[in-house]
Each structure stands twice: as structure tokens, then as C-alpha cells.
């Protein structure tokens, strides 16, 4: 009922009755309509729908207590309140008016307090009436409606409602469940164990708090399907604070566990191998040398790199080089597993054609044993591929290995890393598919280097030593604003005279601390090239240079990038600096300090190999960051993996919402480029849309 006056029709064949009700029933504030027969109140009803009738009992025509029980007959009566007044009080009369559905009776003469009252208290009853039902409904129709499934029981925890969604996923209507116990409907097991637990709905019968279950899945009724569930259960309380049943909400998140337990994995392997990737290897490392040790225990760490890799990939392509890999981790896992001297193993591919193993509570002796049959393993594999021409090519590979001893005074896991690579360099250098212990004040790894720092240095001194090369970047977008994009890769020059990229010498110019030199000298030729070139720099819109993290450790480093921009009329903003988001990760301070004052002379920044790892956006808030470069690992799955396409879906999404344009790496098809497109990538880069190229002199 709403706010306006309740419509009440008298109802009376006695016209100085009918007014004096009438008259009354004004003054109390009702609206008033009036009939004198039974068969006239019929009629009113089926076109008025009043609020409350109150009729005579002793009528002509049709009397009262025929004209109530014909009403009640109609269907929109149910709930209508019907007082008969009569002043025959004997109790055959009382009972037919009862019998006929009336609320109530009064006798006459009428007493207008008791009337006033009586029809007071009986609307009030219809107001909450219809309340109560107009929030059942709401009720029912919410259950109906949410996600969630919903169980009901009473205060013995039997089984009383189920909504549709729990019904879907128990397998048990109302009807079949109604009285059984919830542990017979609601079958839980742990997600780890397997194992039969049942909900604790007694504690919260007993005590009367709300309670949770974490790790559970559902067991559908027919004993096959299961759910991934996160559920609730809350006590119902009557008014008195008496515990009267207990509803349980549970949600159904199997297909976001699963996408989470798809993330975490991606997060800690390697997309290729399917072994442990860097991270989550520095990671066990660390807690490794955390762990409290003493004299007796020992690990050892090995660091593999194979031998002939670059002949298979350059001889048969990318794609054999991937099986290669695939087959060589197999081949590595299968002959550790093999090994159960030991408690623990891990291995995992660190980058490219490089592997590490950790080898738990395994003696110096043991490991290099396993070390021993690694080799041999390798040794005596051959790798066969056929190519699209149908041409069959055999190779045969090696592995080189250093290996290092952990003992209890080894606790920096950089520093164990390092003399593994260095061990592992002094292996290639005896003669590939050996061996190298690691041994204190151990200068045989240093001579690997040796070669390279001093060809660098040289080339520094030529002025052909080094070489850039640019890879265009297109923009998906097109607009009359946006030139030419590309970004700027390094080369140098080896012995015998030919380019290799900047990964062939990377380790070393990182090792002896040459990193921000190169990095300084390519900054200096493209603003050089870009001066004298200034046709090219009209058409230019985006170039991006590449800044190692160790770059932002040198004091003087971000000073004389500065200066070096200051001194040349080359506008800023196509200026655009690389770094990594691991970088970015790691030394958030030092990214940030070297962006704010480049940021300033309006210089841009990208973000690059975002998405390699699982990290939070929350940091891309302090940074002033222009470009997303989405990893080339999630690009290169894009069409065949959906948690991939989700993950740069989502980093797109996400970075166009925090006013950030997007990047593509390793495009190496057509497909992937539509796919792209469909997405909403801003930018995109690989050899299908151009491959690198010499800078022009």
C-alpha cells in the first residue's frame, strides 16, 4: 500500500448507517465509498480493488457473509481485509461469517473507538503483510539472480533451500535435498589432499559466528565434477538472538584459480622449456644460502652452456634452434631424475642456451659425477631436422660446464652465479664439452673475457669499430602526425671483420663494468647522425635507444647524457630511452632519478620487455613512463596461447587507461599483426615488419 488514505467501502441497506460510517470513517481520514447490497460490493471490488470493506451482515439482494465468500472466490481478494457488522451475535452467525472468509466482525450499534481502532490494527497488520512479501519477493529473485550459489538450512543443519546457481553446481534440486544433512549436499574435499572434509556448520550453529573454508572443491552429485569453491556460512538469528539455521554463499572460481595457477607457473618457467626460469632459480638459490648449514652440508650450482647452438640456429632457423632446446631440457631433466643420491634438483634454462642446475645437499664429488653424465649425454645426442625444402641435416652438440661448490662461508648468490659463468666460460675455452671446477683466486675464467674487452676498447678508438643498425617501428594508428619510428641496435666488429650484435659480447662488457661507455657512445652517434642528417630528422617521429641498468649506477653518466642533449637543437621528444622492466623493478630509484630531469627537456621513456615476469602496475603510477613494450615471449604465443593473449590484452587495456601507448615486439607473422590490431596495440616491431638495417653514413 503506498501513502495515500486507505479507499474503505461501506457497505449497508440502511442509509442512516451507511452515512454515520460514512460520515466517520471521513473525519478518521480515509477515503469513503458507499454500496447498500451485497451484490453492489461484488461489483465494486472487481473494478475498484478497495482497501478494507466493511459490510453489513443482513441485507437484501445478497446478504453480506454471500457477497464476502463470493469475493474471496476472486483472485485478487486473497488478502483483502472484510469486516461484517451484524448485531446477530448468536454463534451459528459468527461461525458462517468466519467460514465465509471475513478478517473480523462487529457488532451493532457500532461503537466508533472500537471500529476506529479495529480497522487501525488491521490495516497496519495489511501494510506489514504486504511488506513482508514484497521483500520475500525481492529475496527470492536476488537468490535467483546472483552468481553465487546459496544453501539454507535449519537450526539442526538440514537442508532447507538451494538457489538455481546451487543447484547447478551440487547437482541437488530443493526438492531431493530438502531435511538432508548439508555434508550430504554440500560434499567438500581439499584441493591438496583429495581427501573427504566436512564444512564446520556445527561451530557455527554452536557459536554463532561467521565462518570460511579456504582450498576446497565442490563434489558435484554424480560424483565426477568438481568446483573450485571459496564459501561462507553465516548463522540466521531470530528476533530473540535464538540461532534458527545457517545459510551457506559460495562462489564458483575454478576457471580463476585455474587462469592464477596458469599465471603463477608462467611466472616461475620458462615458456619454452618448461623448466624453472631465472627468477624463480635466483629465488631457490637465495633460500638455499639462507638456510642454516653447517660443515655438512653441501650444494653445488652448475652452469651448462651448449656447444654449437648458433650452428644449428643459423644453419635450420629459429624454429629448429626451439626444438633443439626443447629436446636438450628434456634430455638434462630425464638424466637428473635418473640421479637419487641427492634430495633436491632444480634446473632451469637462465637465457638463450644456457642452463642452471642446483643441486641440494649433494657433495662436491657427487655433483661432478653428475656433471660427468650430463656431458656424456650430450655427447652422444644427435639432432636430426628436415627443413621445408625436405633437406635432412644432422648435428652433433656438446655442453660446457662450470660448476661451483657451495660451502658454508659461500653467501652472496650474485657472487656464485658469476664464478659459475666465469667457470663455465673457462670450460668453452679448454675445448667446449669440459668441465670447470671453480677453485679460489681462480684467474682461468678472466682469460675468456680477455678477447672481447680488448676488442672493445680497440673498436672505441676506431671510428668504424662499432656500427648502428635501426629496426622501423610501425604504428598501428596511422595519423598525419607520425613520421618515421625505429629503434637503434648495436654492432661490432670481430677479427675476421664481420658484425655480430651486442648479446655476443654482453657478458663481458657487463663483467668489467663497459656498459655505460657503450652506452654513452651509441647516444653520442645518433645525436651526431641525426644532426647531419637533418632531412631524415624532419621526417623522424620516435627513435628509441636502449640504456642499460648499469648505466644508471655511473654518477657521471645521466650528467653527461644531459649535456650531450643540451648541445644539439634536436628536439627532445623524438628522443626516446629503453629500459628494462626488470631494471625498473630492481632500481626503481635510480630509473626514476635519471627519467624526472630528461623527462623535464621533454625526452620520452619506454618500458621494454614488460610482462616477462608477474608484476605489480602499481609502480607505472611514479613513473613517467610513455611506452608499454610488451615481452616478445608473450607475442610469440599470442595466436596459440589464451593466458598469453590475456595477459596482453590486459596490459594494454590497463596501460590506455593510465594515458600509456603500447609496443609489440618479435611480430614475426601476419596473423600475429591482425591479432594485434584487434587488440588495440599502438606500436609494432620484428622482422616481419622490418628486419634490421645498417645506419646510413
Known sequence: MSSRPARILVVDDAPLTRGLLEHALRKYGYAVETASNGQQAVEYFIKHHPDLILMDADMPIVDGVTACARIRELPDAKHLPIIIVTALVERQWIDRAYAAGATDYITKPVNLDVLRNRIHYILQAKRAEEALFDEKEKAQVTLASICDGVIATDAKGRVEFLNPNAIKITGWTTEEAKGLALSQVFSLIDENTQQPIEF?????????????????????????KQFAIEEKAAPIKARNGRIIGVVVVFH??????????????????????????????????????QAPRDEKSKHALLYMDLDRFKVVNDTCGHEAGDQLLKDVALLLQKNIDAHTGFALATLARLGGDEFGLLLENCSKKKSVLIAKSLCESLESYRFFWTNDQQEKNLFTIGISIGLVPISTQTLNPKSIIAMADAACYAAKNTGRRCIHIYQEND??????????????????EKDQGFSLFYQPILPLRKSPNVGNCYEILLRIADPQNQLVPLGAFLSAATRYNLMPTLDRWVICKV?????????????????????????????????????????????AQKLCFEITENTALTNFTGVLNFMTPLKKRGCRFALDNFGSGIASFAYLKNLPVDFLKIDGALIKNLLNDTVDYAMVKSINDIAHLMSIQTM???????ATLKKLKDIGIDYVQGNWIGEPKPLSP
Open 664 to 670: 609489440a615486439e618479435n611480430v614475426e607473422n601476419q
Open 443 to 460: 684467474t682461468a675464467p678472466a682469460n675468456s673475457n680477455i678477447q672481447w674487452i680488448s676488442l672493445i676498447h680497440d673498436n672505441l
Open 252 to 289: 564458483d572460481v575454478t576457471e580463476t584459480r585455474k587462469m592464477t595457477q596458469t599465471l603463477a607457473y608462467k611466472a616461475t618457467h620458462d615458456a619454452l622449456t618448461g623448466l624453472y626460469n631465472r627468477h624463480e632459480f635466483n629465488a631457490r638459490l637465495k633460500r638455499v644460502l
Open 200 to 224: 564446520p556448520i556445527q561451530r557455527c550453529l554452536e557459536k554463532g559466528k561467521m565462518l570460511d573454508a579456504q582450498n576446497t572443491l565442490l563434489l558435484h552429485r554424480d560424483g565426477k
Open 527 to 571: 645525436l651526431k647522425w641525426l644532426t647531419t642528417h637533418p632531412q631524415h630528422l624532419e621526417k623522424l617521429s620516435l627513435i628509441t635507444i636502449n640504456i642499460s641498468g648499469y648505466s644508471l649506477c655511473d654518477q657521471h653518466f645521466l650528467k653527461r647524457v644531459i649535456s650531450d642533449i643540451d648541445n644539439t637543437e634536436i628536439p
